[in-house]
């Protein structure tokens, strides 16, 4: 299987994490996901702790979420026109998220942050943007920058076709650095925008200190920059409310993603309505798409969120709480260097004898030892994410026979 989908795929994927490059080893087929299972092509289950890169929440195939696609499939999959599921799921976030006032949506949460910069761009009639090393928010131009030495490097692209006149436009500073953001805006100009995961997802799990969050509020409004909160993964994973409520920090625009579309594609920017009046039609930043709000993803996200509640993540973190006390009492006692770094149902074992604050120290990590750890986890029916700067999820449908297997795994890993 994976020799024919080299043939035809580039890459032999259309996500390139899927190819095990960090790891290892050929990629496993999946057909098939059940609760917290996973199934290959050849019959194997696997506990799953990737969980679609954390956007499945209440389990694989969830019954109601299934129900409400399979209706939503009936009456019709794509109109092109507009409909009250997109304003049925709006009104839905909005419950957790009150400072969305006006939302838009989209097809994915590159597609988000995107029309977020260029949102930000628009309202303040500036060009550059600030983002954070380590802080990956998804694959479009002005953000597939590198950081170089010193605090902060102008026009470093990490990928091949990005003109370097584009990525002369992005500031990258290191994260959890606030001396280094007070040092930059002494003499920031022409800065639309600074975008940050509060809780950073894509280097493992490393959050962010209020100090740091609240020196980039402070600063981007002094400046009268925009602070962008990339919530693609946090938004209905860590609590209701997200990050930011977590923080206390309210940013000036929200990107949300993965749980708000039910395990279908999707994107979300919101603001306030007066931030939000600058997209098209209303205003003069063009933003469109031909699925965005699509039904089938309107009623997923749906079926989701109208589930949930604060009782709903005080329970699951709390089962996530103990569920890796109990992981790092089992590494404490093999006498293993392995540190684990949470929050709400979010977590990544670092291969170090410290959690990891910034992308420099997770660099430092052991990735080695990463690499034997997945493989030796596969062979026990455990799945979680193929590299060492992915973080790992629980969902609701984790039961405690999942967890204790999963342990068992940890005492012989």
């Known amino acids: 299987m994976w020799e024919e989908a080299k043939k035809h795929l580039a890459g032999g994927v259309n996500s390139p994490v899927r190819a095990f490059k960090a790891v290892g080893g050929d990629p496993i087929f999946m057909r098939q996901a059940l609760g917290p299972f996973l199934y290959d092509n050849r019959g194997n289950k696997y506990i799953d702790y990737c969980l679609s890169w954390g956007a499945i929440l209440w389990g694989h195939a969830d019954e109601s979420t299934v129900r409400a696609i399979q209706r939503q499939a ?235 509640s604060r009782n709903v993540y005080k329970s699951l973190n709390a089962k996530c709480a103990v569920f890796l006390n109990e992981a790092k009492a089992i590494f404490k006692k093999r006498g293993k260097d392995i540190s684990i770094q949470s929050a709400g149902s979010m977590f990544t074992l670092f291969f170090d004898t410290r959690c990891p604050r910034n992308f420099t120290e997770v660099r430092r990590t052991r990735h080695k030892e990463f690499k034997q750890f997945f493989h030796k986890m596969i062979k026990m029916g455990i799945y979680v994410p193929p590299s060492a700067y992915e973080t790992s999820f629980l969902s609701c449908a984790h039961g405690q026979q999942e967890l204790d297997k999963t342990l068992e795994a940890f005492k012989k890993c």
């Open 74 to 308: 009936a009456k019709g999959t794509s109109f092109g026109t507009v409909t009250e599921y997109e304003t049925n799921l709006a009104k839905e976030i909005q419950k957790a998220f009150p400072r969305m006032e006006r939302i838009r949506f989209t097809s994915s949460g590159t597609e988000a942050v995107m029309s977020a910069i260029r949102l930000a761009r628009g309202v303040t009639q500036r060009n550059r943007i600030v983002k954070f090393e380590g802080c990956y928010h998804g694959h479009s131009d002005s953000l597939l920058v590198k950081a170089g030495s010193g605090l902060a490097t102008f026009g470093s692209p990490s990928s091949a076709g990005v003109p370097a006149a584009l990525a002369a436009l992005t500031a990258v500073l290191p994260y959890n650095d606030a001396g280094a953001v007070n040092q930059f805006f002494k003499n920031a100009d022409d800065i639309a925008c600074v975008i940050v995961e509060p809780l950073a997802g894509n280097m493992g799990l490393v959050p962010a200190t209020k100090e740091f969050l609240e020196t980039l509020k402070k600063r981007a409004r002094a400046n009268g920059s925009l602070l962008i909160f990339d919530e693609v993964i946090t938004g209905f994973r860590v609590g209701y409310g997200g990050a930011q409520h977590l923080y206390g920090i309210e940013p000036d625009i929200t990107v949300l993603g993965k749980i708000i579309g039910g395990g279908l594609p999707i994107g979300a920017i919101g603001a306030k309505a007066s931030i939000m009046s600058a997209l098209s039609p209303e205003g003069r930043v063009y933003q469109a798409g031909t699925l965005s709000g699509n039904p089938l993803s309107m009623a997923a996200g749906l079926a989701v969120l109208s589930k949930l």
